[in-house]
């Protein structure tokens, strides 16, 4: 994948608009790495899987599973 350098300068502009609110992930690593490996998950996604489940948020997404791409 490649960018003109621009694109951190439309991505700093989009969170200027709206920044989210950032948490600490270590309280969030116990229930993540259970996430993980129950469902074979990177625990990466599990951070935030965790986070969202913890505040009662919807998760948004882009992957897509079996797609070939």
């Given at each position: 994948?490649?960018?003109p350098d621009?694109?951190?300068?439309?991505?700093a502009g989009l969170m200027a608009k709206c920044a989210p609110r950032l948490f600490d992930m270590r309280p969030q690593l116990p229930r993540a790495l259970d996430l993980s490996l129950q469902?074979?998950?990177?625990?990466?996604?599990?951070?935030s899987?965790?986070?969202?489940?913890?505040?009662?948020?919807p998760v948004l997404t882009?992957?897509?599973?079996?797609?070939?791409?």
């Open positions: 994948m490649i960018a621009l694109l951190l300068a439309e991505f469902y074979r998950l990177s625990l990466w996604d599990c951070v899987l965790a986070l969202a489940l913890e505040h009662d948020c882009a992957d897509r599973r079996g797609s070939g791409a």
